[in-house]
């Protein structure tokens, strides 16, 4: 079992920023890749970013390219999301995962195993 608790979250004005944290704990060599994603209510899981653990491969989705950085501290068992210029649709739950593989897309939620609590992003226009 991988344990994930989220931590960052908040209200900011449209083009203000936050930083996300993640920390891992439990079984985390079993661990590859961590991603980032956010979901409203009634909406599907989006994907947001993913980072692997080795060689730091990142990924983004297209909506936040340029504005979001993924990162991650090997020696914490942390992985971060910070936020740029935030737009009012950005407003959703974001959730940190771990994925145990490298097989299968990163980009699919599907595809992890483990996933934290959420934590609450609400930017006001």
């Known amino acids: 079992q991988v344990q994930l608790v989220e931590s960052g979250g908040g209200l900011v004005q449209a083009g203000g920023s936050l930083r996300l944290s993640c920390a891992a704990s439990?079984?985390?060599?079993?661990?590859?890749?961590m991603g980032w994603f956010r979901q409203a209510p009634g909406k599907e899981r989006e994907f947001v970013a993913a980072?692997?653990?080795?060689?730091?491969?990142?990924y983004y989705a297209v909506s936040v390219k340029g504005r979001f950085t993924i990162s991650r501290v090997n020696a914490k068992n942390s992985v971060y999301l910070q936020m740029n210029d935030l737009k009012h649709e950005d407003t959703d739950i974001y959730y940190c995962?771990?994925?145990?593989?490298?097989?299968?897309?990163?980009?699919?939620?599907?595809?992890?195993?483990?996933w934290g609590q959420g934590t609450q992003v609400t930017v006001s226009s």
């Open positions: 980072i692997s653990w080795i060689g730091g491969l990142t």
């Open positions: 439990g079984r985390t060599f079993s661990s590859v890749v």
């Open positions: 995962a771990s994925k145990g593989t490298r097989s299968g897309s990163d980009l699919n939620h599907y595809e992890y195993d483990y």
